[in-house]
Each structure stands twice: as C-alpha cells, then as structure tokens.
C-alpha cells in the first residue's frame, strides 16, 4: 500500500475520551472509528490486525478438532425462552421486534442457537463428540461500555461448542479447548495465564479466565514464573489423545495462577520465591463446562450405545477477538506508539522514503516494496522525514526500512526493529531476508 493513496488516517492530538493507553493509539494510529458509544467501525488498519488475530485464533480451533460454522446476529426470542434466559438476560440485551411483531435479538451468545442446530442432526452416540464454533459479532447492551474496544457493546468473539456423551468427555473437550487457548495467545505474543474462575450453581472446577499479562491491565494477578518461560506453541502435545491432554492440563494447572480475590497465600508460600511473578492482566477468554443445563432445557437427546436416551454434556469457550486487539496494545506499546508482535501486525514493514523525487532513493523504494507483496507500506508522501518517522513509531510496524539519498546511492537500506530500536545497515537482499525471517 502506497501512503500517498492509502486510507491511513493518523491523529497527533491525543483524543480526550480515551482514558487508556490501547483506546488512545488504536484512534490515534487509525485502527478504529467510534461510530455510536460502544460501537466501531474497523478501518484498514484495525481491520488487517483483527483479521491476522481471527485467523490464529481459527488455526488453533481447527487444530483443535472443532469445526467453523457461521450463526446469525440475529436470533428468535422463542429460543431464548426455552432455555429461560430471555427474561434473566436483563437489559444487556437488544431485543428487536421485526415487522410481523415477532420478538427477535441480537444475540450476545449462542448456546441456544447452536444446541438448537446440533439437536436437528445429532441421533446417536456415533453423532458426538463434536464440537462447533463461529466467529461472529455480538451485542451486549453493556450499562458503561468503556476503554473502546474492550468493553465494546458490538465485539467480535470466539465462541466453541462442544458436546460429549458424558463427564469424562467433557473434561477432554474443556482441556483440549484450553490447549488450544495457551497455543492462541502464546503465538500472538503475549503471556496468557488462566485463573480458576467461579463455576455458580454448577460447581467442579472446570471454568477458566484467560488473563494477559499488561502492566496496564485492570486486575491484579499472582502467578508462578513458569507462565513467562513456557513456550506452549511449541509443545507437541497431541489433543486428541487424552494421555497428551493430561499431561498438559498437570503441566499448566500445577503452575500457580491467581487473582486476588482467589490469593492463596499459604499456597504462594509453596512457589519458589524466585519464581513468584505480582502482575497485572487483562481478561481475553473464558471456558466453562456447563453440564446438561441447556441440552436438558432445549430437548437435546441421542441415543446411547444401548439404545438409551442420554441427554449430552456441554462446554462452551469463549474468547474476545477484538478486545485482544486492545489487550495486544496494552501489552505492547511505548511513549511514541504501538509495539506489534510480529504475527498480528496489520503490515510487516513501513517503507520510508526520505526524498520522495531523489531517482536513486525511490528505485531503492520501490525495490523493496515489490518484494513484500501486501506486508509493506510504503510511505512515499512529501512529507518531512519528522513526520514519517512519528507516524511509522505510532502504527507499529515491526520493521521500518529507512532509505534516503546517501544510502541508495551506495544500495544501502537502514533497517529499524520497532521493539528494540536496534538499527542496521544493510543491502536491500539481507533486509528482506530480515524482514522475511519474521513473516509468518
Ligand atoms: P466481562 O466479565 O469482561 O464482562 P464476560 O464474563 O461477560 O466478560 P463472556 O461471556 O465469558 O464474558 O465472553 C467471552 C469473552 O468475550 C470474554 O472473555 C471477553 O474477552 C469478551 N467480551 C465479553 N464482553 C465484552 C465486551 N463488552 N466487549 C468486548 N469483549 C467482550
Ligand atoms: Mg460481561
């Protein structure tokens, strides 16, 4: 993409709404638009970024043995009424009446939808385990949405499904989703740490938070230093072997983690003080096993080996796509702008032509930016170099090719890393072969 024709709009001012450090660049580096309180429009920027995050988040759900499908925004109330959610759900919800009078939604969640599709297929034993999940956006009338994309009304979410003939199948499905969360956000770059979280009336300890590690982040979390160094992407776990399973869910629940409501201190003593990490952390996800509680309301039976009915267990696993945009930016970021790991920045590389007009520096440009076909921005403005350099530190690219007169006279690129400010100088091939190195 060419700056001159691009649509990348910058801001210098800092917005005054914006209380947060992710709300403030994601406005100021032109990643979103706030078209109604709560509600965003994506623009090019913001939109190749959750774009690169849906997708790994998509990998790792296929990896994982579940299946995409694509539910609607809209839902019928009836369903909501057979679970008996529809009166509970209170005022999060936006409830529409279409012209016949029907009473219709926009649904914040769907484990009415999808139990309802899954029940017109599923027969047997021979039907489950299946788990089924979409990416679609929600609508959750929220009293104070807030820090933009984080606490949105409309937010794009991860939802999975999974259904299980019994307890011990739910317990492979909660686990293999949960390996596949720690494999999600490890390869977005970030330190993710899931917290045993409040399971209500249906108790056990199968429901987890998924928390990012952000010095900025809302809550405060204690966890073993284990979360830091493991790199769980590159595990070779196997998570449809359930002896794989287990070792991981020993492996990752043996680590301490905590909020603190949930501190454990007489715990906390147990962890080796060098290796007791205080953060603070930002709520991406949440698994929760649920039971039979919507299979049993919605009518939900198969027939079991012997020819039984059985009514199957539930799960569902949740995580906040675009609030991760938000998360990724609190986690990475400094006083000029946004730090991208490499695997979701919306461009690999900005090209900053320091002459636009200077026949050897555009050469050298356009070189350059012919070889990175859709992972370069090319910044070919008449712009004041000043301009370009605050410009490349506020959108993040994680590599900047610096070329002016001097160097393309000599065929010489300077290449900045944005995360460590280290500078190079090198031929246009070893740049690219930098650049390449980093590329997913
Ligand atoms: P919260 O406690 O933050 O309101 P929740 O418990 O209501 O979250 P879930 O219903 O578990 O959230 O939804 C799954 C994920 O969707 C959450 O972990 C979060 O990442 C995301 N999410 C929930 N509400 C919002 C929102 N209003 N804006 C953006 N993302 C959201
Ligand atoms: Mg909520």
């Known amino acids: 993409m060419r700056l001159s024709r691009a649509f990348l709009p910058t801001l210098k001012e800092t917005p005054a709404e914006a209380q947060i450090v992710s709300h403030r660049l994601m406005l100021r580096a032109g990643l979103i638009r706030q078209t109604s309180a709560g509600i965003y429009a994506w623009l090019p920027l913001g939109l190749r970024a959750l774009r690169k995050v849906s997708e790994i988040v998509r990998q790792e759900q296929d990896r994982a043995g579940a299946q995409e499908i694509l539910m609607p925004t809209i839902q019928p109330a009836e369903l909501w009424k057979e679970s008996g959610r529809y009166d509970d759900y209170g005022k999060e919800m936006l409830r529409i009446t279409d012209r016949h009078d029907r009473e219709m939604l926009y649904g914040p969640t769907n484990e009415e939808m999808v139990t309802d599709i899954f029940k017109s297929y599923a027969k047997s ?45 739910a317990v492979r499905s909660y686990r293999a989703m949960m390996l596949a969360y720690m494999r999600t956000f490890q390869r977005m770059g970030l330190r993710a740490v899931p917290m045993r979280a409040d399971t209500g009336p249906i108790g056990g300890n199968l429901s987890h938070e998924f928390i990012i590690l952000a010095p900025t982040g809302e809550s405060t979390v204690f966890y073993d230093a284990g979360f830091e160094s493991m790199d769980w992407s590159q595990m070779e776990f196997d998570s449809s072997d359930p002896a794989d399973l287990n ?194």
Request: negative net charge; proline residues 6%; charged residues 30%.
């Open 125 to 169: 034993y021979r039907d489950l385990p299946r788990n089924l999940y979409h990416i679609q956006w929600k609508f959750r009338d929220e009293i104070r949405p807030r820090f933009g994309v984080m606490r949105g009304r409309e937010f794009l979410m991860k939802d999975a499904y999974s259904f299980d003939m019994d307890y011990e199948g």
């Open 247 to 440: 070792k991981f869910y020993d492996l990752v629940t043996g680590l301490y983690a905590a909020t603190d409501e949930m501190h454990d201190t007489a715990a906390w003593e147990k962890v080796p003080e060098n290796s007791r990490r205080e953060g603070r952390g930002i709520e991406v996800g949440h698994i929760f096993y649920f039971g039979t509680k919507y299979s049993k309301a919605m009518g939900l039976t198969v027939a079991g080996p012997d020819g039984t009915p059985v009514v199957p267990e539930m799960g569902s696993y949740g995580i906040g796509v675009s609030r991760l945009l938000g998360a990724i930016i609190e986690a990475g970021h400094d006083e000029n702008g946004i730090i991208w790991p490499d695997a979701v920045a919306p461009f690999a590389c900005g090209i900053l032509n320091l002459k636009p007009g200077d026949a050897a520096a555009d050469a050298l440009c356009e070189q350059l930016y012919a070889a990175l076909p859709g992972e370069a921005v090319y910044d070919d403005r008449p712009e004041r170099a000043g301009a370009k350099f605050a410009d490349a530190d506020l959108i993040g690219y994680p590599w900047q090719a610096i070329i002016g007169p001097r160097g393309a006279a000599k065929g010489v690129v300077e290449l900045k890393r944005r995360a460590t400010g280290e500078r190079l100088e090198l031929p246009l091939d070893e740049a690219l072969a930098k650049i390449r190195e980093t590329l997913a």
